[in-house]
Nanobody
Framework: QVQLVESGGGLVQAGGSLQLSCAAS????????KGWYRQAQGKQRELVAR???????NYADSVKGRFTISRDNAKNTVYLQMNSLKPEDTAVYYC?????????WGQGTQVTVSS
């Protein structure tokens, strides 16, 4: 059974920073591709950033240069450092782990950026 637990969300002013963490537990999840997604109210869930087991990354155009995804395989944790936050970054952020049979999701953490 795979479990993903996000933390680090909150309220921040525009231009500020937050770091999200996602702690994963369960078998065969350590070196899998993981990602951060977000869903703003009334919108579809979208990819924010992904990182493979080998450390290759890709980002949504809207966050390139501002957000950084990283992972610590020894701790089974993936991070999302978010800088220069904008009000349009306000959303529920979800962690995901991609395993061969399915993708697992965390419960989400709210990020609110005030103008």
């Amino acid at each position: 059974q795979v479990q993903l637990v996000e933390s680090g969300g909150g309220l921040v002013q525009a231009g500020g920073s937050l770091q999200l963490s996602c702690a994963a537990s369960g078998s065969m999840v350590s070196y899998r591709t993981k990602g951060w997604y977000r869903q703003a109210q009334g919108k579809q869930r979208e990819l924010v950033a992904r990182i493979t087991g080998g450390g290759s990354t890709n980002y949504a155009d809207s966050v390139k240069g501002r957000f950084t995804i990283s992972r610590d395989n020894a701790k089974n944790t993936v991070y999302l450092q978010m800088n220069s936050l904008k009000p349009e970054d306000t959303a529920v952020y979800y962690c995901a782990a991609e395993l061969p049979m399915r993708t697992y999701w965390g419960q989400g953490t709210q990020v609110t950026v005030s103008s």
